[in-house]
């Protein structure tokens, strides 16, 4: 399955909707407010503003069923969700366009003001909607006949494997079976296995792999499948498990196959899409505005830096993001040059590496301002786990195998487990905070963004940072 191309299949439809929308209501409008079809001079180009809405209108559209999270998951909609979804996003739309454009239309009454905004409505939604509900069927046809296909494996060579292999074969959700994989080098060759995980880059090359369900058997330590999980992020692919009796009790599991076992999906983000997509846009406008607001900041604080000691103002570190890819984070330089000449050490309120100019950085978090650029290119959020070096997570999943978890949501520049637990210079201290950052991740929502962000501001106004 290409999400990309399917993506792109309903962004293209939603602006030609929208353009169509805008075109049709043009003439509702012409013909209503100034009862003509046919202007004196031209044709079809009204008295009052034409061709500003033309480009804005489709714009405005494309934002809000970006908002609405319609694009997020372009294979995965059920009916419901689609009329939802195009109903609620073509209400928000008609009526943010009657207070921009409709409002200041001259009218002999009030009464063409509700009628004008009645009939943007109905365009905008039976329009957009015949659009998307083509391109939907048309999805579902191409999955039923098998034209479109999820490429899955399955790791793991047991009973467990087997049976779930056998449901994958006839179900018709558009899922393909590609094989076994089994988790050792050392295994007996048999039908279907396809190779290792150690083999896996090359395997999902080789079989363009959409999909992995872990089908371990039930005696298989919890420390082996989230090993299995560590290896597999990084490849940004869907995982899914099958699940013990421990994920049936506390509610983990969600049955969207009736044909096939119910899974444990540990890539799919608990928020709901549209707040992914508004929590994404957030994030964008507020690392705009800090980074633009903080300029005569960063101005000051680089004449602070290279007075307190010769080096760089930035100061650039690998960290494990989203998926455990890596990715550099940025910081104003607190620590003298060099300071770390042998291996990786963390910091502590007495740490002498650390510069004069840099404790009061360090005091009110001034020097993690850089890092709302690495929000503003999508490798960190404003509220999320805070992103580790690999050196401390190899020490970490000593203690807690369960880590990679976190994977699945962009890391952030704050987040429960920093409130709670303050800067880690332990690796205890680490796992202490990975904890409540778990507990975050099965919590997520706008609101509790909104009080861990109010809580961070406490934090920074006080100085209580290190």
């Not at 739309?93 to 509700?114: C, E, H, N, T």
């Not at 089994?182 to 290792?196: F, L």
């Not at 013990?244 to 196959?257: H, K, P």
Request: proline residues 5%.
């Amino acid at each position: 399955m290409n999400k990309k191309r399917q993506r792109i299949k309903y962004i293209v439809a939603d602006t030609l909707s929208a353009l169509i929308v805008w075109l049709c209501f043009l003439i509702f409008r012409w013909m209503v407010n100034d009862g003509r079809v046919f202007g004196y001079e031209t044709v079809l180009v009204p008295a009052f503003n034409f061709y500003i809405p033309l480009f804005i209108y489709p714009v405005a559209c494309l934002l809000v069923h970006y908002l609405s999270g319609y694009y997020i998951r372009p294979y995965q909609k059920t009916a419901a969700q689609e009329f939802l979804t195009t109903f609620t996003a073509s209400v928000i739309i008609a009526v943010g366009a009657f207070f921009a454009i409709i409002l200041d239309d001259k009218v002999p009454s009030y009464q063409r003001y509700y009628v004008s905004l009645l009939a943007l409505f109905l365009l905008q939604f039976i329009i957009s909607y015949v659009f998307r509900l083509s391109i939907t069927l048309n999805t579902r046809k191409l999955i039923r006949k098998g034209a479109i296909k999820q490429n899955t494996v399955l790791v793991g060579i047991g009973k467990n494997a087997h049976k779930l292999a056998s449901e994958l074969r006839h179900t018709k959700d558009g899922t393909k079976f590609i094989g076994f994989i089994a988790t050792e080098p050392a295994y007996e060759k048999a039908e279907n296995i396809i190779g290792t995980l150690q083999d896996f880059a090359e395997l999902k090359t080789k079989y363009n792999i959409n999909s992995v369900i872990i089908a371990l058997e039930n005696s298989t330590s919890e420390n082996e499948l989230f090993r299995i999980i560590d290896q597999l992020y990084p490849y940004g692919i869907e995982i899914q498990f099958t699940p013990r009796i421990y994920e049936i009790l506390t509610g983990a599991v969600r049955i969207r196959n009736l044909e096939i076992s119910p899974l444990v999906n540990i890539t799919k983000t608990p928020m709901p899409d549209w707040e992914i997509s508004v929590k994404r846009a957030i994030d964008m406008v507020v690392s705009i505005i800090a980074l633009v607001m903080s300029t005569p900041l960063f101005c000051f604080c680089a004449i602070g830096i290279k007075r307190s000691s010769p080096g760089p103002v930035f100061y650039r570190q690998e960290r494990i993001g989203l998926y455990g890819k890596p990715f550099n984070i940025i910081k104003l330089r607190t620590m003298y040059a060099n300071s770390e000449k042998e291996h990786p050490m963390l910091s502590n309120p007495n740490d002498k590496r650390i510069t004069p100019f840099g404790h009061w950085l360090r005091k009110y978090r001034i020097d993690e301002i850089p890092q709302f650029f690495n929000i503003l290119k999508g490798e960190m959020s404003l509220v999320g786990p805070r992103p580790e070096r690999r050196y401390y997570i190899e020490q970490i999943v000593k203690k807690a195998p369960y880590y990679c978890l976190i994977y699945r949501i962009r890391p952030g520049l704050t987040s429960w487990g920093p409130i709670k637990i303050g800067y880690s210079d332990t690796v205890e201290k680490m796992v202490e905070r990975l904890n409540y950052d778990i507990i975050y991740m099965d919590n997520m929502s706008l609101k509790t963004d909104l009080k861990i962000l109010l809580y961070t501001i406490e934090v920074i106004i006080k100085g209580k940072g290190q």
